[in-house]
């Protein structure tokens, strides 16, 4: 079993920046393909990124690319997530999954990940 913990949440302005982290218990982290997730107050969870067991493939949301980067240190258990020039419509609460696999292959869908942390809240302010 994988616990997952989410920080690095907060308030920021528009066009500022924030890493959040996602720290992992056990010693099979890299076992697992990560992903980050946000919800927003009243709409549904959607897909921001991903990244490959080995960093080696990494996916992103159309509404983040070019904007946000994840990344991860299997030596450290962690996975992040580099937030730029963020804008309100970014303003959520941030949650990490893992999913178990070793190949390449990256899922977008929240009900294919295994475990998941208990969110951080990200507020950009206008």
């Known amino acids: 079993q994988v616990q997952l913990v989410e920080s690095g949440g907060g308030l920021v302005q528009a066009g500022g920046s924030l890493r959040l982290s996602c720290a992992a218990s056990?010693?099979?982290?890299?076992?697992?393909?990560m992903g980050w997730f946000r919800q927003a107050p009243g709409k549904e969870r959607e897909f921001v990124a991903a990244?490959?067991?080995?960093?080696?493939?990494?996916y992103y949301a159309d509404s983040v690319k070019g904007r946000f980067t994840i990344s991860r240190d299997n030596a450290k258990n962690t996975v992040y997530l580099q937030m730029n020039s963020v804008k309100p419509e970014d303003t959520a609460v941030y949650y990490c999954?893992?999913?178990?696999?070793?190949?390449?292959?990256?899922?977008?869908?929240?009900?294919?990940?295994?475990?998941w942390g208990q969110g951080t809240q990200v507020t950009v302010s206008s």
């Open positions: 990244i490959s067991w080995n960093g080696g493939n990494t």
């Open positions: 999954a893992a999913h178990r696999t070793t190949n390449q292959n990256l899922v977008v869908t929240h009900g294919e990940y295994d475990y």
């Open positions: 056990g010693r099979t982290f890299s076992s697992y393909a």
